[in-house]
């Protein structure tokens, strides 16, 4: 079975923090999401990597980077946290083909004070 | 760019009975993939079922099955004998030929009443 981990399940933080999540696969998947999910709103891409070190920007880059130095790794980085980051964020793995079922993360609820 | 529409944002069905949650999309492409994710409570969304867009067959998954209308660029879900577990917010999700990540709809709440 694949597994997607995330670091944490839940996260507080406070307003201008630095804040890392974490993201690992274990299938040696090529593909690697980071979305964002908002009641409401369904999921939106943040960011998403097709290979070690590569990086394309989704639908909602703004005040957020990713880091990718290892293929299992996905980090995504919040280089000044805000409140209106907070929110649920979701990992997500494809194989190959970027048209390939997606298996995601347990989510990080991410609350920003 | 594409957009994927759940019109329904909650849905009630006895258990047993059958249920159709609704999906449209827009796109200028040919070549896609759409598909339907579960997300129990608490739990990891897991994909339920996929179609590509060049396929006129609907696809299936035991109890559940798509209704794909591509020239009215539908794609309904039908849950067939639903049961408690079928319990989850249900999400429409639309891929194209570009190299990007899916785009959601806002999702469906469905509700198993037993």
């Known amino acids: 079975d694949v597994k997607v981990t995330q670091s944490s399940r839940y996260l507080v933080k406070r307003t201008g923090e630095k804040v890392f999540l974490e993201c690992v696969q274990d299938?040696?998947?090529?593909?690697m999401f980071w979305y964002r999910q908002d009641p409401g709103l369904g999921l939106r891409l943040i960011y998403f990597s097709y290979d070690v070190k590569m990086k394309e920007k989704g639908d909602i880059p703004e005040g957020y980077s990713v880091s990718r130095e290892k293929k299992e790794r996905f980090s995504l980085i919040l280089e000044s946290a805000s409140t209106n980051q907070t929110s649920m964020y979701l990992c997500?793995?494809?194989?190959?083909?970027?048209?390939?079922?997606?298996?995601f993360g347990p989510g990080t609820r991410l609350t920003v004070t | 760019a594409q957009t994927v529409t759940q019109s329904q944002p909650e849905m009630s069905v006895q258990e047993a009975e059958t249920v159709t949650l609704s999906c449209t999309y827009d796109?200028?492409?040919?070549?896609?993939?759409l598909f339907w994710y579960k997300q129990p409570p608490s739990r990891q969304m897991i994909l339920v079922i996929r179609?590509?867009?060049?396929?006129?067959q609907n696809a299936t998954e035991n109890r559940f099955s798509v209704n794909f209308q591509k020239a009215a660029k539908s794609f309904s879900l039908k849950i067939s004998d639903s049961q408690l577990g079928d319990a989850a917010m249900y999400f429409c999700a639309y891929i194209g030929g570009g190299a990007d990540g899916l785009t959601f709809g806002k999702g469906t709440h469905l509700i198993i009443q037993p």
């Open positions: 997500a793995s494809s194989f190959l083909g970027h048209r390939d079922e997606q298996y």
């Open positions: 796109t200028s492409e040919s070549d896609y993939y």
């Open positions: 179609q590509e867009a060049y396929k006129q």
């Open positions: 299938m040696d998947h090529e593909n």
